[in-house]
């Protein structure tokens, strides 16, 4: 036990699934130990959370679906390890967490990450002390209430600069696309598939990501139709450790998303000084690459070909975006500011 720590209790689904578990592990890792001591709780596989958490700081709450159940449950956790500030990284509006928190004198804070919104995330927001967002946009859409505008900030993700950084030994045999996020309807690898069709044979496309087999066989059917076997790869799962060296490998990182937040896989490609063409997936995109820097926003599947073939055509432009993306996440995004960022709002929650 640290003396006169801050006891923080980071909450999220799983280290699995949830989506930002290596967001939340950068910060934890990256907060002062001697004024945070910091667990974590996890609804679901709680033998992922990683070995360099302690186990006396490991939580599992198995929740029931009964919501007295449920909050008698997260009040005891709050409890016993007498917590100051909850944290939550959960992509789902429950309030348990919130309600909970106030009953036990619990700042509460919570990530908002996603585009969803309904009356429980109203409820949610009204309940926490704080809202921190990611993508600049949803200020105005969900949190422009007179009651919400004074507990809310705008706290863009970052990119470890040790880890994503320049490699200059790109294959000369091919020109390779990529995209990395999971296989899913949601990411929309099937317009980048589309676009490929309309694209010359050397341009080809390498896809990572755990794969939803329904979609993937709807993946497979277009590559067949469009004759791309030979042009199409599914890669798999790839360690977040090891995505330097597979973006170390590519030319273009595509990301045709539907829905998005700020998305950390543009901010570590562009680190890796890999350019970026992005659908404006909510307003994340679209704010990273603001006046071309390291890439492009693309509006429909003719546009994304056409931005496709000038930059596997124009060497002098894909240069300068290769040095605007890296210059664009050394400046905007390293993590010691999104770091600092929650380090000011926790201290600043327990003034209060």
């Known amino acids: 036990m640290i003396l006169d720590s801050i006891r923080l209790l980071y909450t999220i689904p799983n280290f699995k699934t949830a989506g930002s578990q290596n967001v939340l592990l950068s910060i934890l890792r990256g907060l002062d130990s001697e004024k945070f001591e910091v667990f974590i709780a996890v609804e679901k596989f709680p033998e992922l959370i990683p070995a360099d958490i302690p186990f006396s700081n490991q939580i599992h709450i198995q929740n029931t679906g009964k919501l007295g159940q449920d909050l008698r449950q997260f009040s005891k956790v709050l409890k016993a390890y007498r917590i100051d500030i909850c944290h939550s990284w959960d992509y789902k509006s429950n309030f348990i967490e919130p309600i909970a928190c106030?009953?036990?004198?619990?700042?509460?804070?919570?990530?908002?990450?996603?585009?969803a919104w309904s009356k429980r995330w109203l409820l949610k927001s009204i309940m926490a002390h704080h809202i921190a967002y990611d993508n600049p946009e949803m200020k105005s859409r969900f949190f422009d209430a007179f009651y919400l505008k004074s507990k809310v900030s705008f706290v863009p993700h970052g990119v470890d600069l040790n880890k994503f950084k320049l490699n200059e030994n790109q294959p000369k045999n091919a020109f390779n696309l990529c995209c990395i996020g999971n296989i899913v309807a949601n990411k929309n690898q099937a317009q980048i598939i589309e676009a490929l069709s309309h694209l010359p044979n050397d341009i080809q496309l390498n896809l990572y990501g755990n794969e939803d087999e329904t979609y993937k066989d709807e993946l497979v059917h277009l590559i067949e139709k469009n004759h791309l076997q030979d042009r199409v790869f599914f890669k798999g799962f790839v360690e977040n450790e090891d995505i330097p060296d597979v973006l170390s490998q590519q030319h273009i990182f595509v990301l045709a998303s539907k829905r998005e937040g700020l998305p950390v896989s543009i901010l570590e490609a562009l680190?890796?000084?890999?350019?970026?063409?992005?659908?404006?997936?909510?307003?994340?995109?679209?704010?990273?690459?603001?006046?071309?820097k390291g890439g492009f926003i693309f509006k429909s599947t003719k546009d994304l070909v056409e931005k496709l073939k000038l930059l596997s055509k124009d060497e002098d432009l894909y240069k300068k975006l290769r040095q605007d993306a890296v210059e664009n996440a050394e400046t905007r995004f390293p993590l010691r500011n999104e770091i600092s960022a929650y380090k000011k709002l926790y201290l600043k929650l327990m003034q209060k």
């Open 102 to 115: 106030r009953l036990n004198g619990v700042k509460y804070i919570y990530t908002k990450k996603n585009n």
């Open 271 to 292: 680190a890796c000084g890999v350019p970026v063409l992005s659908s404006n997936s909510g307003g994340g995109a679209a704010y990273i690459l603001e006046s071309g």
